[in-house]
């Protein structure tokens, strides 16, 4: 930004806060708040720093929520490390904390973010104990709320294990990498930002594998982080999954989009079939090793369409960890999800039906009413119930899972806008025009946070909530809103 237009800046937003109606505003700290945020990606740190500072006086004025309180104090926190003010940044970050802890519980997921970010202050300061001490305490509420399994969990191993390893405690280190990368390995998704998580695991537990003079170990780990690399700059392989879709009327443009994010959970490969079939057969010497492996091949034959192979796999897999980990371990009900996915994704709700109600059990023996896997597991039961004309059943379950997700996961996350979409789309149906337009409202807001204002799933729910508006002649905000889903899709910015 040159001189001039710096000066400009400085000047609208001064004459903004100068204005009689700006101050009278009852939301005034949300201004504030934004106009703070601007200020800052401007570049103009001292200007944002004071507008953040006006923004949390307000807040605290006008404001009883510990959520809203809570992210004024992180947002200026976060500018004062920028401007390398990291004894008051810590007195912020702590502060914050009380506040949530004290309206939500020490183990709510509310509290992650400010512990992770106060957690970052320690490490730049040199004090990895008491880093050490809120990772862990993040390790714990992750593994309560979303599961042992879950990428979130591994992305706390993470960094448990990179500051355990720049604290120069390599032994300590080295199984908190490789927890994380069991994680992501199982669970990472060739159509989405997880691999680039992996990568940064795989290069960071390759520098410890170097300080510990295992240089072939190493060495291979950053060939893996190398191929991966190659794999975020390649099309996902779902556009015939999206056609499929596309011509089923009873989806929604959000269920078809679900679609096309990819089915399987697992690492996508991008190698010939012959060549993944062949190193799983090779690397592999007994069933336990293998069921990794298979995972991963099911998961490719998954989203090339190839259904009966793939489902298969997925049955093999099933029987492999029901022996070894017990019919009702947490990881059989894993498996259990991926064949539901599968044969819904081959409308074969009645087959779903059973199986995602066993893993629903096993979810809530082992973690629970309010975990994340759960959640998702009722929404997808919900959505089967949905195709299978069980309207009562699906709204009362969709409901449910709403609940847990704001309650345990908040309103921003993917899994209650999925939700959220679910219920709108099954108001369409049902001809309950009011109730689906509420809903979209809800659902459209729970995207853009969850997923960020560009992504295509904010156009799937534009397109929705646009045929709503349609049905109510409002005919003008549904064109609007058709053409956000049309730049958005374009690639152009909104």
């Known amino acids: 930004m040159n001189r001039l237009l710096k000066v400009a800046f400085v000047f609208l937003v001064s004459a903004l806060l100068a204005s009689p109606t700006f101050a009278a505003t009852e939301g005034s700290w949300r201004q504030l708040y934004k106009a703070a945020e601007t200020a800052r990606d401007a570049g103009q740190l001292p200007v944002s720093e004071d507008l953040y500072r006006q923004a949390l006086a307000a807040c605290e004025k006008s404001s009883d929520s510990a959520q809203e309180k809570s992210k004024c104090l992180n947002a200026l926190a976060a500018v004062l490390c920028l401007e390398n003010k990291t004894e008051e940044a810590e007195t912020l970050y702590k502060r914050s904390l009380g506040i949530l802890e004290a309206a ?112 072939s170990e190493a060495k291979d780990m950053e060939s893996k982080a190398a191929a991966l690399k190659d794999q975020l700059h390649k099309p996902a392989s779902s556009a015939q999954a999206a056609s499929g879709a596309a011509g089923n009327q009873s989806q929604s443009a959000w269920q078809v989009q679900v679609l096309t994010k990819g089915s399987g959970s697992g690492l996508a490969q991008t190698n010939e079939d012959r060549e993944v079939a062949g190193r799983a057969t090779e690397s592999t010497t007994d069933a336990n090793k293998l069921a990794p492996v298979l995972s991963t091949l ?43 996915q599968l044969y819904v994704s081959e409308q074969r ?138 730049t958005i899709l374009s690639g152009k910015q909104i």
């Open 104 to 215: 939500n519980g020490s183990s709510s997921p509310v509290l992650v973010q400010t512990m992770l970010d106060l957690g970052s202050i320690y490490e730049a300061e040199g004090n990895h104990p008491q880093a050490m001490v809120l990772y862990k305490r993040v390790l714990g509420i992750d593994q309560v709320a979303f599961g042992p399994y879950h990428l979130e969990t591994g992305k706390t191993l993470h960094k448990i294990a990179k500051s355990s390893h720049n604290a120069g405690k390599l032994t300590d280190a080295e199984p908190y990498y490789k927890k994380a990368m069991s994680i992501f390995e199982k669970q990472a998704d060739n159509n989405n930002p997880n691999i680039a998580d992996l990568v940064a695991l795989l290069q960071d537990y390759s520098r410890l594998l170097s300080q510990t003079s295992r240089k």
């Open 298 to 340: 099911a998961d490719v034959y998954f989203q090339q369409q190839r259904y009966s192979t793939a489902e298969s796999l997925y049955k093999t897999i099933l029987a492999i960890d029901e022996k070894t980990l017990g019919a009702d371990h947490p990881g059989v009900a894993f498996d259990l999800l991926n064949l539901a």
């Open 349 to 486: 709700y009645q087959e779903a039906e059973p199986i995602l109600k066993r893993a629903l059990a096993i979810y809530e023996s082992n973690y629970g009413s309010d975990n994340l896997l759960l959640v998702r597991t009722k929404g997808l039961l919900g959505s089967v119930y949905e195709h299978e004309g069980k309207t009562e059943q699906a709204q009362a379950l969709y409901k449910t899972a709403l609940d847990a997700g704001q309650k345990s996961l908040g309103p921003n996350n993917l899994e209650t806008a999925k939700i959220l979409n679910n219920m709108a789309y099954l108001c369409y149906r049902q001809e309950k025009y009011e109730d689906a337009e509420t809903y979209y409202k809800w659902a459209l807001a729970s995207t853009e946070g969850a997923v960020g204002p560009g992504d295509p799933l904010v156009a799937a729910c534009l397109q929705d909530y646009a045929k709503v508006l349609r049905k109510l002649d409002r005919v003008a905000e549904a064109e609007n809103m058709e053409d956000q889903a049309k």
